[in-house]
């Protein structure tokens, strides 16, 4: 494959590789730039779901333009192997950036904030990701945050307005070839929502769950679920809250444990409902933390759940005046 030519494409080098798709480094001959190229394996081009899940995430990314979503040039077929082609990326996961250990708090809000930013522009076209995980978030060397493989995203009807219908569970999909059938889960155990491991219809709410367990491992450096065997993560999913993650991490801000908290929720209706919910927070605690390092989100569930230590205090010292006098 290196150094032959795929349609206008001359093939480089390989960059990698997983059971979906081999991808690798490219000149476009026509346009003179580096681009990256996807491959699905020659064993997987038989398989009628392999193949829908490839084209799906070719149709579904490239109907989205957004600077924290990696852009897809074209999809093609080459000696009936279907392959992408999308914009060549320089950096390293936000897998292999974490790998075990807690984020600075500066970096992980920057990186936090993209990756909302492009859940947010997914979820306003209809698209959920539903395998959102840190090996699917690219950062490249300057930190910007690109969202990858939409192979298991799934188009829903999009209600009128997010005022009006946040949930899309009851709406029907627009591609009449779903890749799950009732009963059947898809996407990365570890970072699964609960309806998603019961095998329930989804909407964008399960992607925040997804994004909870993903800025939990930022915030931290372990995995929110995971068990020795896939039943007991599954069950850690259902039935099971992490440890809190200012607990593993006392340098972290309390807000963003907070925040972690309520995108981690079992119940989806007591979780953010959106994501620009989701990104005014996560924008309010950086500003916070930026020009006084003691963030604070406004009234409301938030400080009900956390103690009023300030107030408790106040109360204190009017009591003993009342009592001097």
Known sequence: MIGSTVSHYQ???????????????????????????????????????????????ARTASALSHPNICTIHEIDEWENQPFIVMELLEGQSLKQLITGRALPMGQLLDIAIQIVEGLD?????????????????FLTRREQAKILDFGLAKLVSMPRTVAEEVAVSSMPTIDTHDLTSTGVSLGTVAYMSPEQAR???????????????VLYEMATGRIAFIGVTTAVTFDAILNRAPLPANRLNPDLVPDI?????????????????????????????????????????????????????????????????????
């Open 257 to 325: 444990g907070w925040i972690i908290s309520k995108l981690l929720e079992k119940d989806r209706k007591l979780r953010y409902q959106t994501a620009a919910e989701l990104r005014t927070d996560l924008k309010r605690v950086k500003r916070d933390t930026e020009s006084s390092g003691v963030p604070s989100l406004p009234s409301g569930p938030h400080k009900q759940w956390r103690p009023k230590i300030v107030t408790g205090s106040a109360l204190l010292c009017a009591v003993l005046l009342l009592a001097v006098a």
């Open 11 to 57: 093939i480089e080098s390989r960059l990698g590789g997983g059971g979906m798709g081999v991808v690798y480094r490219a000149q476009d001959l026509r346009l003179g730039r580096n681009v990256a190229i996807k491959f699905l394996p020659a064993t997987l081009v038989s398989d009628r779901l392999a193949l829908e899940r490839f084209q799906r995430e």
């Open 199 to 213: 095998g329930e219809e989804l909407d964008a709410r399960s992607d925040l769950f997804s994004l909870g367990s």
């Open 121 to 137: 522009a997914a979820h306003e076209s209809g698209i959920i990701h539903r395998d959102l995980k840190p090996g699917n978030i």
